[in-house]
């Protein structure tokens, strides 16, 4: 038997869930309005919500100041490039913990988690003489060593969480036929990990684009992602709201509308297990 | 919206660029980090005269906030990096990044560089051992910016060198909370070079000072009990809110809205306020020197300028002391007076500036010179002092003592905390960490 | 079912992610505990003496440190009860029968895009100000006095902007929970007369337990590093108002640029996050055990 729903009771929640909604997105929605008004509409008191001269001076400004492709470049990179290594060192690691567990299976988990839990801070100038001897400061190959590993425990536990929910009949149907342990990986249990996988993928280039501490710290010109580009913009002399809010825009444009149009991916697999 | 067109864009241009940036392996490539201020940001827009010049030397910006800057080229030139080829660092550095022999000296620039036309204050803070370090891109000391119709619509007229008590008088006169405008603007967000550049040049005209001869801190004395007190009744008076955060930047903007009736801070904010383009004031600004106390022969201004130097061990020494040359250089002025009028040129560097006629029309400009003239780095206070430096003391560890302090007094500001406790906490402070970096032996 | 062969496979193949994290652990691990018991100023270069124990004495003593950890303690739970309680509100809410579920969805996600510097800085500047911030304008308007949240709330005022970076994480995740849940189970309670109120904590909440479980585990490791927020709004302040122990070291290491004593907070940073993640894994670890 469905549940009986009446009309009124769900405009009551649409309305609620949209004011809800609403204010949770406010500050990226006022971000982006006042990325459109000039210098001085910024700061008017009191404030203009929409009736104020559209410009896109701000973006032109921003443009002209920064090498915005040149960020961009480096953070779709970086995000993506650590992210698919990582997978790359997760699936069989991920595979063997769902699949052949053993005693210590859950205390390496654990382990793996818990690396996440050093403060970045306290080993950066360990880090910084190490790249400086491998030469590896302000390239992008350093930042993607250093950001697969710092996501990997979570890539790792994601792939693990979601491979677990595969039933191990199959797997073991398909060693019957004779698959070989490549085959299974490839043609059997990656078919059907795949929203696991998209959600993990997702789930790790949102956090890779967003780390703002090793991506700011090890680079200079030539590898400096977004994260570099709004540095220049959070305080500047004078007026700069409008400029400030333009940079945020077009930092998280990207990766928003990215999250937007995969959403239901992301969603799928973000689950940690914790749903049967 | 333009990012998402960008985005569709992203790999056939991004990809362009970097054949592009292949395709110029012949030319030098040199980095310079530099901080995101007017001045800077308004150079890397007249590039094109540099790269007219030197076709074969490319420039690579990296343009940070101040603080971030500083930690990074700190760690680089410290750890020797080598990330950067020409880096913006200011007056508190380059004493002692010289003394490490981490630069590289800027005594062979060409004779038409013109060393001798550097103005002595300046000159001699990037001077180590009778060698030059640095080439001053723009000095500044501190003064009081006024709004003139305020003062005016109160009946007061500023002195040239103000007095605290008159100050105090003024701001109580301006104040007009209700319109939004109040008395007096000071820095309050805690940093060294925010706060604590501020309130230390303050001190120094209440006859205060950093340490005594035996490195002893001294913040229990009356001097600077006197010093926070006045600071803090002033801002709590007449200041506006959310002061404790606010810095230099977001000084400028209240300013620039009308809403401040002073400010003291840097000279250079002169021409941001006078500009009209961003400041609805720029008509109604007034200038005077920063305030004394009646009776010492101190000004409560500060001696500043961000310069460019050379990290030791960078393999482009020749391309960076061109860029240095060009950017440091009395045509790199006459450019931008061309381009963006006299009062937008980077001020406080050279004699040769104050004496040029059309810069003397420029309504701060006096004051800025008188201001610089009088800041005297190797004896700030009119007590004797150990160290060098008017609104920092030049020694590695000032930076962290001086932030620290400078939270404690951004709290007194703040009111979670009392002017002594502030005091107290800043001077025990001090002593650990003096003590710990064993000046007491 | 698994044999001596797929055993020694098996291990082959986790191999690579165990040797990897564990490098990436140890050797900077081991520079820092070397660093920590050195004299070590970068400012200072030169010899670095070895100073035994020294580093972490004045790292300890230091009165910010006691300030730190409370705080770092208020942050974290702060942000979790926030984002568990409001999570599982807003799971509830969304999972109800509504127009544009999809609409909401999507505005209800969009903070955890946002990179923490953008969201510090704008919450910061466009809606904490007092004067040009959206919160002073609307308390203006409603005649009241407009409060300056970071002077005056600083721990608070991080909290709210944290917490609503996490929001999005924890809802989804309940929401996918609460979308799993057999609407059977819910209707035999609404027909054996169990009211709303109880329907909800004796059947939804014990089967949202797992997901609030993970939800606290993975943001805990993220939230005792909070640290960009912090660098942007407050700078730890006022006074060590909101100094977290991840900026204390920060403030030793890349503000006074005291190496060893960065490094002997580092690792106190290190042996108090393992604390907690000891603590966690025996509470919550268990809770995940398939």
Redesign the interface.
Known sequence: MARRVTTSRKALVTVAAFAIGLIIFFPILWTFLTSFKTEGEAVASPPVFLAFHWTLENYAEVNQRSHYLLHFYNSVVISFGSTLIGLVIAIPAAWSMAFVPSRRTKDVLMWMLSTKMLPPVGVLIPIYLLFRNSGLLDTLTGLVVVLTLINLPIIVWMLYTYFKEIPGDILEAARMDGASLRNEILYVLTPMAVPGIASTLLLNVILAWNEAFWTLNLTAAKAAPLTAFIASYSSPEGLFYAKLSAASTMAIAPILVLGWFSQKQLVRGLTFGAVK | ????S??A??CT??SS??IAAAGAQAETTI?V?TV???DM?RM??LMGDFNAKHPDIKV??????EN?LR??V???I???????DVMTIGTYEVP?WGK?GWLVSLDDLPASWDVNDLLPPIRDGLTVDGKLYAAPFYGESSMTMYRADLMKKAGLKMPNAPTWEFIEKAARAMTNKSA?VYGICLRG???WGENMAFITAMSNSFGARWFDMKWNPQFDTPQWKETLATYLSLMHKYG??????N????N???F??G?CGMWIDATVAAS?VTDPK?S?VAKHVGFALAPHKEGIKKNGNWLWAWTLAIPAGTKQVAAAKTFIEWATSKDYLKLVASKEGWANVPPGTRTSLYKNPQYAKVPFARITLESIESADPTHPSVQEVPYVGVQFVAI??F???A??VG??F??A?????SADQ?LS?SQS?TK??MT???YYK | MATQHSRVTARWMISPSVVLLLGWMIVPLAMTIYFSFLNYNLLNPGPHNWIGLQNYYFFLTDPAFTTALWNTIVLVVGVLLITTVGGVALAVLLDQPMWGQGIVRILVIAPFFVMPTVSALVWKNMLMNPVNGLFGHLATALGLHPIDFLAHLPLFSIIVIVAWQWLPFATLILLTSMQSLDSEQIEAAEMDGASAVNRFIFVTLPHLARSIAVVILIQTIFLLSVFAEILVTTNGGPGNASTNITYLVYAQSLLQFDVGGGSAGGIVAVVLANIVAIFLMRMIGKNLEA
Not at chain 2, 60 to 65: D, H, I, S
Not at chain 2, 78 to 84: E, F, N, R, S, V
């Open positions: 919206m333009r990012s998402t960008h985005f864009l992203c241009a991004a660029l970097f980095t980090a995101n201020n007017g940001i890397q827009g690579n910006w990296v343009t940070l906030e971030v930690q990074k700190t760690t680089d410290a750890t020797k990096g080598g990330q950067y002692i490490q939004g967000k805690a940093g506006p809110p959310g002061a404790s955060s810095g230099f930047n977001e400028l903007a209240l620039q809205q809403k941001f961003n609805k590695p560890e930076q962290g003592i932030t620290a939270q404690q951004s709290a500001l703040a009111g979670t905390e502030a906490a402070l650990r960490e710990k970096a064993g």
